[in-house]
């Protein structure tokens, strides 16, 4: 079974800074999608950016980049620029690409990411 | 464009009475359709999908239930609650995409519900 790991249970940083949240996994797939959401106090999860195995290129969307190392089955987030509204519980889920129940997300525990201003 | 509803947006039951939570989906025909549970200090557990109406698939085995009378309305149910029943409960849809492999699902503000 496909587990998602978040070592980091809290993080916090500096307003105009960088942090970096981790996520490892376990698959034996070779197909499947990465994501990262965010879950902010009104508990509303939203996406926040997506990697697709098959492709070498990080994923980035504006200040928000990933770190995909496939072979080390690790996707880190990258957040530059860090903004008060940024703070919010950051989730990191995996989902196979083709083949049976395919459409399930498995989900991290989560990162607390507080913004110091 | 899409908007997902969730109601109530909290509850408070007792131990043993029964429980429904409804998740409709406007904008969309024929979604994907997710219910997840959130416990405190944890992450996002699936509990049920279903890709079409009367189509529901179970991912843990639990005193829930969820039913798709309609093609946008999803609803989960328990005849008695359990204190363990408590958590955030979110719905989710997404559209299959077959070109891309890929369904990005997008979740509902949720339901609180604390058994008591």
């Known amino acids: 079974a496909q587990t998602v790991t978040q070592s980091q249970p809290e993080m916090s940083v500096q307003e105009a800074e960088t942090v970096t949240l981790s996520c490892t996994y376990d698959?034996?797939?070779?197909?499947?999608?990465l994501f990262w959401y965010k879950q902010p106090p009104s508990r509303q999860m939203i996406l926040v950016i997506r990697q697709e195995a098959y492709k070498q290129q990080n994923a980035t969307e504006n200040r928000f980049s990933v770190n995909f190392q496939k072979a080390a089955k690790s996707f880190s987030l990258k957040i530059s620029d860090s903004q008060l509204g940024d703070a919010a519980m950051y989730f990191c889920?995996?989902?196979?690409?083709?083949?049976?129940?395919?459409?399930?997300?498995?989900f991290g525990k989560g990162t607390l990411l507080t913004v110091n201003p | 464009s899409q908007t997902i509803h969730q109601w109530p947006a909290t509850l408070v039951q007792p131990v043993g009475s029964p429980l429904s939570l409804e998740c409709t989906v406007e904008g969309t025909s024929n979604p994907n359709l997710y219910w997840y549970r959130q416990a405190a200090g944890r992450g996002l557990q699936l509990l049920f999908y279903s890709v079409g109406i009367g189509q529901i698939s179970s991912e843990v085995p639990q005193n829930l239930s969820a039913s798709r009378p309609q093609d946008r309305q999803f609803i989960l149910s328990s005849k008695k609650l359990l204190l363990s029943d408590s958590g955030f409960y979110l719905c989710?849809?997404?559209?299959?995409?077959?070109?891309?492999?890929?369904?990005?699902?997008?979740f509902g503000p949720g339901t609180r519900l604390t058994v008591t």
């Open positions: 889920a995996y989902r196979r690409g083709s083949g049976g129940s395919n459409y399930k997300l498995t």
């Open positions: 698959t034996s797939e070779s197909d499947y999608y």
């Open positions: 989710a849809w997404s559209v299959p995409r077959a070109a891309h492999a890929w369904d990005e699902q997008y």
